[in-house]
């Protein structure tokens, strides 16, 4: 099946500091990632839509400037969360489509990043 | 009002017993009906697939769909310990490519 490889797993960064979270779709072109940011005992919320080669839609209320993606290839999309601070902690996951029947496959999700910024 | 309604939970049931997860939705467009069950600090990993209604069954799961109610549920049968996650409806239309999730059902089977 589908699988999108997504690194790290966690990361401990320092206040102020950026941290890049990569997503690899390793046997499917992802012309579409959807990045997600999860909090504890809540729901998906959908931070951003990317699409090769083009720029990024994010979501109402999400900075872009503090949120960089990047969809450069059909098989990497990278998150760069830009001067973190501690409530930028949070679980962020990816996931990537295939072409306009994405729904005929649903997702194929990231195991998730969890980001603990001190 | 949410357009995609999940009882958060949690839900706890002795092992063996039959596990019942709905959801309810209130955009008549929606055609395609998922399940996705995450473990704790993992991805949310597909369970389930139905486009528009009827149901569907895959080993131990059930997923029904009735179009009429805006309703969906997942049954899960024989429960396992194993099967203890957060599990997410997500529902989808026609040509556009965004999926909207429910909130999650924090579901326990206790040996």
């Known amino acids: 099946g589908a699988v999108v490889s997504q690194h790290p797993s966690w990361v401990i960064c320092k206040s102020g500091t950026s941290v890049k979270i990569e997503c690899r779709s390793l046997?499917?072109?992802?012309?579409?990632m959807f990045w997600y940011r999860q909090f504890p005992k809540q729901s998906l919320m959908l931070m951003a839509t990317s699409n090769e080669g083009s720029k990024a839609t994010y979501e109402q209320g999400v900075e872009k400037d503090k949120f960089l993606i990047n969809h450069a290839s059909l098989t990497l999309s990278t998150l760069t969360v830009t001067s973190a601070h501690p409530e930028d902690s949070s679980f962020y996951i990816c996931?990537?489509?295939?072409?306009?029947?994405?729904?005929?496959?649903?997702?194929?999700f990231g195991s998730g990043t969890r980001l603990t910024v001190v | 009002q949410k357009e995609v309604e999940q009882d958060p939970g949690p839900l706890s049931v002795p092992e063996g017993a039959i596990v019942s997860l709905n959801c309810t939705y209130s955009n008549s467009a929606f055609q395609y009906f998922m399940w996705y069950r995450q473990y704790s600090r993992k991805g949310p990993e597909l369970l389930m697939y139905?486009?528009?209604?009827g149901n569907k069954e895959d080993g131990r799961f059930t997923a029904q769909v009735d179009k009429s109610s805006k309703y969906i549920s997942l049954f899960i049968r024989d429960s396992q310990p194993s099967d203890s996650a957060t599990y997410l409806c997500?529902?989808?239309?026609?040509?556009?490519?965004?999926?909207?999730f429910g909130q999650g059902t924090r579901l326990t089977i206790n040996p």
């Open positions: 997500a529902m989808g239309v026609q040509g556009a490519q965004k999926l909207v």
């Open positions: 046997d499917f072109q992802a012309t579409t």
């Open positions: 996931s990537g489509v295939r072409g306009q029947g994405a729904l005929n496959y649903g997702y194929t």
């Open positions: 139905t486009y528009s209604s």
